[in-house]
């Protein structure tokens, strides 16, 4: 009766749900075992299904692995520009990723750690975080004096910005992040302040 059940709840998923789900399940299995370390049915089993079901969606583990990257991304990306639009640039960073952090935080730290770790994935994370320098250097152009030390500059957010969040996932507590948003946005205006010389607001 029960495994109807299942299979039942299971129909209610649309192509597009179902992959997600997957996707949130490979990010756990991934995060726990590494990539050589997972196998597909570890991945089945993280998602709640059989390994038939996965391969419907995925052909290969590669292609599962280089999908949580880009499913990672490509949320942060949505978060960023619905911020941006509604509260202006100001403080979005710190927001954004702790959003998709909280939402997905085995992908999170897959795209942010591991993957660079990772021989298969180290480049395609490298180029992802390429991206997100890019927009900082965008953000930043007009806040740093010195344009030789703007591509600095970006890279010293990125990095802040990231292993700020990767660290607050594991030591901080999750009914405290609004504080977190706050003093992270304001150590990040402290920083930009610094290197322009005037004062920024947030």
Do not use: C
Not at 75 to 90: D, H, I, K, Y
Not at 167 to 176: H, I, Q, S, V
């Amino acid at each position: 009766m029960s495994s109807v059940g299942t299979g039942e709840r299971r129909q209610l998923l649309s192509r597009t749900e179902r992959r997600e789900s997957i996707l949130v399940g490979a990010a756990q299995a991934f995060a726990r075992s590494g990539f050589s370390g997972t196998s597909m049915e570890d991945i089945a089993e993280a998602s709640g299904i059989t390994k038939l079901i996965v391969y419907r969606h995925f052909e290969s583990k590669e292609e599962l692995y280089r999908g949580v990257l880009e499913r990672v991304f490509e949320r942060t990306a949505e978060v960023f520009l619905e911020g941006v639009e509604s509260q202006g640039p100001a403080g979005i960073g710190v927001t954004t990723l702790l959003t998709v952090a909280r939402e997905n935080p085995d992908g999170f730290q897959l795209l942010w750690r591991h993957a660079a770790r990772e021989i298969g994935f180290a480049e395609y994370a490298r180029e992802l975080r390429a991206h997100a320098v890019n927009a900082a250097t965008t953000l930043l152009k007009d806040f740093v004096v010195d344009q030789d030390l703007l591509r600095w500059a970006a890279e010293t957010v990125v990095s802040f910005l990231v292993e700020a969040i990767l660290n607050w996932l594991e030591f901080g507590d999750a009914g405290r992040d609004d504080q977190f948003v706050e003093m992270s946005t304001l150590s990040l205006q402290a920083m930009v302040a610094a290197w322009s010389g005037r004062k920024v607001t947030g």
